[in-house]
């Protein structure tokens, strides 16, 4: 089976602090991990995806994923926020196992605050 | 380039009633699905189609039928909408190339109110 956590539903940082979104996964296959944004009122924007090779992976709008599998973790990053990053933040896993396999399986979202 | 398409935005509807949600994409994939969006739940998958002709139910297809006439569009009816029906609805889309690593384009959403 596959699944996707992500720690803490709210978060909120000061502008210019450090952005960290945490994501961990469970799959019995190599995952495929996807980080997508969702500004208010708006559809789901790719942010970033991990497949294979390198475990840095580097997104839009200055966010990078490190894919760490000893930590079946996949943490979203941005060294500085802007007041533009409010958003909802939602990790997924592409399913590789048994049906529907390509669709996504999704975490609970986590709502990042930026305080001026 | 309009990507994936999504018709009413908002909705209201009385429980009973039926009603179809619209969607269509523009870039010529073969993947379409449906996911339902709930507060604190994340998005779940109603439906999914690998090409015109066939769909399939995802995690949470009750009440909600599918049908695939062409790649374009992909449309979710509501039988009978019952309040538990109420939630944000989003349609996305993918290409098939590159197996099960393909971005997906999402839609705009349908904000539907069952009352």
């Known amino acids: 089976a596959q699944s996707v956590t992500q720690l803490g539903s709210h978060v909120s940082v000061s502008e210019g602090a450090l952005v960290l979104l945490r994501c961990n996964y469970s799959?019995?296959?190599?995952?495929?991990l996807f980080w997508y944004v969702q500004y208010p009122n708006q559809g789901l924007q790719l942010l970033l995806k991990?497949?294979?090779?390198?475990?840095l992976v580097k997104g839009i709008n200055g966010f990078e994923a490190e894919f760490k599998k000893s930590e079946t973790s996949f943490h979203l990053t941005k060294p500085s926020a802007h007041m533009s990053d409010a958003a909802e933040y939602f990790c997924?896993?592409?399913?590789?196992?048994?049906?529907?396999?390509?669709?996504?399986?999704f975490g609970k979202g986590t709502k990042l605050s930026v305080k001026p | 380039n309009a990507g994936v398409t999504q018709t009413p935005k908002f909705q209201v509807l009385k429980t009973g009633q039926s009603m179809t949600l619209q969607c269509a994409q523009d870039?010529?994939?073969?993947?379409m699905s449906w996911y339902r969006q709930d507060p604190g739940m994340g998005l779940r998958l109603i439906h999914y189609?690998?090409?015109?002709?066939?769909?399939d139910q995802g995690e949470v297809p009750n009440g909600y039928n599918v049908s695939r006439s062409t790649t374009e569009d992909f449309p979710l009816r509501l039988l009978s909408a019952a309040p538990s029906q109420t939630s944000v609805y989003f349609c996305?889309?993918?290409?098939?190339?590159?197996?099960?690593?393909?971005?997906?384009?999402f839609g705009q959403g349908t904000r539907l109110t069952v009352v």
């Open positions: 870039m010529n994939h073969e993947y």
């Open positions: 991990y497949t294979t090779g390198a475990t």
């Open positions: 997924a896993v592409s399913r590789r196992v048994g049906g529907s396999q390509g669709n996504l399986i």
């Open positions: 996305a889309s993918r290409r098939a190339g590159g197996s099960v690593s393909t971005e997906a384009f």
């Open positions: 189609s690998v090409g015109a002709g066939i769909t």
């Open positions: 799959s019995s296959v190599p995952p495929y």
